[in-house]
């Protein structure tokens, strides 16, 4: 008995073919579809965590402004005298940055992030403010003489600020633990005392009742800025000492604007907060402004946001982008400041990107709670 085998023909062979592209065809764009999903999601939490980690980083520090010279007469007292290691600041000829005693200063600038910056103290064991019992001029031959020595401590930095009509302040440090005999603080310039300069330096003369704030063994000048879409940090003090580059430290990435504004407590309606009456020195915001303050004692909260970019690029429908087609808002967005607020996206509108808006109000409990 003679059997014949039959191979498979051309056309099953095509149709075999055609059902498995078929196939492959769909588990490639259920694929894609989830590869999709993943990485929107994946973008989503990760831009959640990066504006959550930023706001929480900024508004760390923002309660804690003002700590260790939360007194009215010292805010706003100018530009601050100060030295390190042999270099003046730039309002004394030298290099270093000039430095304003503020809580929280904001520089704003039409089009661009705004920049914020937080000054505060670590504090000592003195809580008050001492007073000069004698005029004097800051040369290492003549120490502070101030009106008591309790809780002042070697190698602490002090704040001198003059309480005349143009008041002025400078940056000093104790070289050596205060002396009781005659109640004076030495400033020598030494090894471990690198904000004295030898022979007293360019600082001016003060006078009998000018005011001795210690500021404990540190003082913290941190700027919050956006550079090449991340949140960046840069201390000018620390920069001068070598333990932070020039460029400052990338804190958080995927953070794209930065908008503040003062909440201050000067009686003025502007159209930013409701309220029945407008007092000023209440203790209540009367409105929000980017606009610096005439007065820092009237400066009681900061209101900032961030805006974090989900780092999942969309593709153009039809050659145009549409994940984003109006410019992320804030409350600060409409507020009638004096400066521009609302946000600025990077590659500008429409964006095939999405972004999150992160915000929030931090009361300066240190400027509400000041000494005087």
């Known amino acids: 008995m003679k059997f014949e085998q039959h191979g498979m023909s051309l056309v099953e062979i095509l149709v075999a073919v055609a059902i498995g592209l078929i196939g492959i065809l769909i588990i490639t764009q259920a694929y894609l579809a989830s590869d999709s999903f993943n990485r929107s999601t994946l973008g989503e939490g990760g831009?959640?965590?990066?504006?959550?980690?930023?706001?929480?980083?900024?508004?760390?520090d923002v309660r804690m402004a003002g700590y260790a010279f939360n007194d009215s007469r010292a805010l706003g007292c100018g530009t601050v005298n100060w030295h390190y290691n042999g270099v003046?600041?730039?309002?004394?000829?030298?290099?270093?940055?000039?430095?304003?005693?503020?809580p929280a200063a904001i520089t704003a600038s039409a089009g661009v992030p705004d920049q914020v910056?937080?000054?505060?103290?670590?504090?000592?064991?003195?809580?008050?403010?001492?007073?000069?019992?004698?005029?004097?001029?800051?040369g290492p031959s003549q120490p502070v003489p101030t009106d008591?020595?309790?809780?002042?401590?070697?190698?602490?930095?002090?704040?001198?600020?003059?309480?005349?009509?143009?008041p002025n302040c400078t940056l000093e440090q104790l070289s050596a633990d205060p002396i009781s005999a005659d109640s004076t603080l030495p400033h020598d310039a030494a090894a471990n005392a690198p904000y004295n300069p030898a022979g007293g330096g360019s600082f001016p003369t003060y006078t009998k009742d000018d005011l001795v704030f210690d500021l404990g063994t540190s003082l913290t000048a941190r700027t919050y800025r956006i550079v090449n879409n991340t949140l960046n940090m840069v201390d000018p003090l620390q920069v001068a000492a070598g333990t932070m580059p020039a460029a400052g430290i990338d804190l958080?990435?995927?953070?794209?604007?930065?908008?503040?504004?003062?909440?201050?407590d000067n009686g003025v309606d502007n159209g930013?907060?409701?309220?029945?009456?407008?007092?000023?020195n209440d203790g209540v915001v009367d409105n929000f402004t980017?606009?610096?303050?005439?007065?820092?004692?009237?400066?009681?909260?900061?209101?900032?946001?961030?805006?974090?970019?989900?780092?999942?690029?969309?593709?153009?429908?039809?050659?145009?982008?549409?994940?984003?087609?109006?410019?992320?808002?804030?409350?600060?967005?409409?507020?009638p400041t004096a400066l521009p607020s609302p946000f600025t996206l990077p590659e500008g509108l429409p964006s095939c990107y999405r972004y999150r808006v992160f915000e929030t109000i931090v009361p300066l409990r240190n400027i509400i709670w000041r000494s005087a």
């Open 272 to 280: 930013t907060v409701s309220a029945g009456a407008y007092t000023a």
């Open 252 to 264: 958080v990435s995927g953070i794209v604007d930065l908008r503040a504004q003062y909440g201050m």
């Open 290 to 335: 980017s606009a610096p303050p005439a007065d820092w004692s009237q400066v009681l909260a900061l209101r900032i946001a961030v805006l974090a970019r989900i780092g999942n690029y969309e593709k153009p429908s039809g050659g145009v982008c549409t994940a984003t087609t109006t410019t992320p808002t804030w409350q600060g967005s409409a507020a």
């Open 148 to 166: 008591g020595i309790g809780g002042y401590n070697i190698y602490d930095l002090i704040l001198l600020v003059h309480l005349s009509a143009a």
């Open 117 to 138: 910056t937080i000054m505060y103290g670590t504090g000592s064991d003195r809580t008050v403010s001492g007073t000069l019992k004698s005029s004097m001029t800051l």
């Open 88 to 102: 003046y600041s730039t309002n004394l000829g030298g290099t270093l940055p000039n430095l304003s005693i503020a």
């Open 47 to 60: 831009a959640q965590t990066n504006g959550t980690i930023a706001l929480f980083t900024l508004e760390r």
